[in-house]
Nanobody, 114 residues
Framework: VQLVESGGGLVQPGGSLRLSCAAS????????MKWYRQAPEKERELVAS???????NYAASVKGRFTISRDNAKNALFLQMNSLKPEDTAVYYC?????????WGQGTQVTVSS
């Protein structure tokens, strides 16, 4: 089982990034997928989630700026992040969850700074 995030980096405030999470080794389409983030000295927090049927939910802090999506044919999860703010700086993780299993990726760093 693997979840591999990519797409992080350094971006100026107001900029955009698109994170990807490539999944393998499990039935991706049968899992609820989520993005979390963890800033230095803070607890990991839920950013966005997408159900098997494509229903999405967002943290209040990112609603209207971030969009979560999935491509079951490609076993991939995405997070489009627009209008980025310095407070979005964190390591971003994808998570796959089902009734029986829970998988985490290794994370990708997003830094928003001028």
């Amino acid at each position: 089982v693997q979840l591999v995030e990519s797409g992080g980096g350094l971006v100026q405030p107001g900029g955009s990034l698109r994170l990807s999470c490539a999944a393998s080794g499990f039935a991706f389409s049968s899992y609820v997928m989520k993005w979390y983030r963890q800033a230095p000295e803070k607890e990991r927090e839920l950013v966005a989630s997408i159900s098997l049927g494509g229903q999405t939910n967002y943290a209040a802090s990112v609603k209207g700026r971030f969009t979560i999506s999935r491509d079951n044919a490609k076993n991939a999860l995405f997070l489009q992040m627009n209008s980025l703010k310095p407070e979005d700086t964190a390591v971003y993780y994808c998570k796959a969850g089902s009734t029986w299993n829970l998988y985490w990726g290794q994370g990708t760093q997003v830094t928003v700074s001028s």
